[in-house]
């Protein structure tokens, strides 16, 4: 068993780190404070190859492991959370559902401009009563001839009106509840479609979310991604990766608090000593550090098992649970250790800690995860 990261592994997390922290970091807090969506970093990003990392170099991706895909979420958020989201979510409910159940002809339409940059994916299910049961969506798709006329409103969307295709899920019939539920592609300009609210957040303010209203918006069947009913499960299907992403996102999070944290501790002086000296910090910082190395053995094995084809459901829930319980923990610790400069915008530990809270709530509850977990558990899983 090995406990390190492959040569080329080490060498991508480099790659990833020196670009995320010069290209990306330094425009965390303004993006922030500005609610500014960062479209100059996402065409970075895409020059780069790291908005298709995944992605099978027949679709213009990278063609690398789901670990170093990983590793690029983890140092993205370190440098900036709501870039991290972005990326996350293009990637892996953006992308993955029209690579792994679309048709060749939607394939080759979109995955290779997605993979490029060129396009960022978004995912639409959440609903006003749709949240954890998102079996109770109740936007509506109604065959007419050869289309689907879409009406109903999404609500949470990452990306929202700055994505070109949205993967959305309605149903053909509200009574057949999971089983009436479909899944359709929906480009940005079609008519009838349009982004509605934008929500003012607590964090992440940079991954602008918003509404989708959908008034008689017609798509044609080709559009349909898989087949009727079949939407539930498309959407089931991509739960598992996408929370190994959230558990590197929190990951990032937390590393980033600990780092702010620690250079915090060893540079303040009070009673003429840096305050690193007092077993009172020190201790909440070794916890910091044992939390985030535990963590990241979660996520990486969560991330390990999903390309080596192994069972990783129960995996990917601890994962995203215990990192991104960490991240608001190691978070709220660094406002703590900073004292009265950890409330301040001064510091960015006010924004990670903004940042942590959603992760704990979105891509499934923690709730949910424990629930998830629980299953697992009940099965001799």
Known sequence: MEFKLSGQHQMMQKLFREFC???????????????????EIIRKLGAQGFMGIPIPAEYGGAGADFLTYILCVEEVSRACASTGVILAVHTSVGTFPILNFGTAEQKQKYVPKLAAGEYVGAFALTEPDAGSDASALRTLAKKDGDDYVLNGTKIFISNGGHAQVYTVFATVDRALGAKGITAFLVEKDTPGFRVGAIEKKM???????????????????SQRLGKEGEGFKIAMSLLDGGRIGIGAQGLGIAQAAFDEALKYAQSREQFNQPIFNFQAIAFKLAEMATQIAAARLLVYQAAFRKENGLPNGKQASMAKMFATDTAMAAATEAVQILGGYGYSREYPVE????????????????QIQRLVIAKALEKGL
């Open 351 to 366: 924004r990670l800690m903004r940042d942590a809270k959603i992760t704990q709530i979105y891509e499934g509850t923690n």
């Open 203 to 221: 964090g992440l303010n940079a991954d602008v979310t918003t509404e989708l209203i959908f008034e008689d918006c017609r798509i044609p069947a």
């Open 21 to 39: 922290q010069k290209e990306i970091a330094p425009y965390a807090a303004e993006n922030d404070v500005k609610a500014v969506f960062p479209t």
